[in-house]
């Protein structure tokens, strides 16, 4: 699952207890069963995998970090929202080798699983899950990848600020204590990403990504974060509640 919509202004945003987005069908579960349905269907017909979600250049610049942090080849990582999985394909490239893909739509797992066949890479597992009820046995990971899936949940129609916070409970829960997770927006801006994560993760570094200078004024079109888990305190715990 993920989403390539327009991010805010350079004004204040959502992050900043500002009004919310306005809803949009990008943020809805039959969106994204209805375009893997679709995307499915063109890789039988075609081999296409289909798109990747902030270009080639957002995945090599995880990939970068990883290799530049030296993080073990074996690290445990999820990527949420995994969508076609390619991210995870070329992280098995790269000699990644403990790699687990999640999305909530059945359509997209086959896609990705019938992807990591094509390629040849045996070591990722693609299953399906919904990141805001997960199932017990799913934690205990060194590193998540989120590029988009949180952009996604922000726009849903039905309570969408709650899905935000049951998504940082979810984080909590499957990602290690010092754990590292890897963010890419275009909905949202660093201050504003900061504030969503404020409960029990801290900020290591943003991450290069494209400017662009509209009116004399200089943005970027894509947030790229790196957050670390804070230790467990069970205070921290009580205000994710």
Not at 86 to 98: D, M, Q
Not at 102 to 110: F, G
Not at 188 to 198: D, P, S, V, Y
């Amino acid at each position: 699952m993920a989403v390539a919509g327009e991010r805010p202004g350079l004004g204040p945003g959502p992050g900043r207890g500002e009004a919310p987005f306005s809803p949009s069908v990008l943020g809805t579960r039959e969106h994204w069963d209805a375009a893997y349905e679709r995307e499915l269907q063109t890789f039988q017909d075609t081999g296409d995998a289909g798109e990747i979600w902030f270009g080639e250049e957002s995945m090599i610049r995880l990939i970068r970090w990883m290799q530049k942090r030296k993080i073990p080849l074996d690290s445990s990582v999820l990527d949420i929202g995994t969508g076609n999985g390619v991210l995870l394909v070329e992280l098995a490239k790269s000699g990644y080798t403990n790699l687990t893909g999640i999305d909530y739509s059945p359509s997209a797992i086959q896609l990705s699983e019938k992807v990591k066949e094509k390629e040849g890479m045996s070591n990722i597992k693609f299953q399906v899950e919904d990141f805001l009820a997960l199932s017990a046995e799913l934690s205990g990971f060194q590193i998540c990848i989120d590029k988009g899936t949180f952009d996604a949940i922000s726009l849903n129609p039905e309570n969408a600020v709650g899905k935000r916070k049951q998504y940082v409970r979810s984080l909590c829960s499957v990602l290690k204590p010092e754990g590292f997770f890897l963010i890419t927006s275009c909905n949202w801006t660093k201050e504003e990403l900061l504030n969503e994560f404020r409960e029990g993760f801290e900020i290591l570094e943003e991450l290069p990504t494209p400017k662009f200078c509209f009116g004399g004024r200089i943005g970027n079109s894509v947030t790229a974060l790196v957050f670390q888990r804070k230790k467990v305190e069970p205070s921290i715990l009580d205000k994710l509640d």
